[in-house]
């Protein structure tokens, strides 16, 4: 079992920067890929980025490509997500979650078995 607890969200101006973390517990992290997700008001949680169990190979979704990077220190049993270039419509609860198998890059909340509690992210234009 792996538990997860975010950190890190915060009030932003539009152009602006936010580092997330996510803290694990559980000796098996580093062999879960794990993932970053967000949910507007009103919106489904949508994909964000995720990360190899190595941290060898990551996705992004198309709205957060060259903004958004996605990494892990397995040794800190902690995944980040630091985001810049901040938009309004970034705004959002950011969840992390993990995946202890099948593959990632597939944009989809399905097959993450664990969820942290989510951090709010308001992004101010």
């Known amino acids: 079992q792996v538990q997860l607890v975010e950190s890190g969200g915060g009030l932003v101006q539009a152009g602006g920067s936010l580092r997330l973390s996510c803290a694990a517990s559980?000796?098996?992290?580093?062999?879960?890929?794990m993932g970053w997700f967000r949910q507007a008001p009103g919106k489904e949680r949508e994909f964000v980025a995720d990360?190899?169990?190595?941290?060898?190979?990551?996705y992004y979704a198309d709205s957060v490509k060259g903004r958004f990077t996605i990494s892990r220190d397995n040794a800190k049993n902690t995944v980040y997500l630091q985001m810049h270039s901040l938009r309004p419509e970034d705004t959002a609860v950011y969840y992390c979650a993990a995946k202890k198998s099948g593959p990632i890059g597939v944009r989809t909340t399905v097959g993450y078995d664990y969820w942290g509690q989510g951090t709010q992210v308001t992004v101010s234009s």
């Open positions: 990360i190899s169990w190595s941290g060898g190979t990551t």
């Open positions: 559980g000796r098996t992290f580093s062999t879960y890929a």
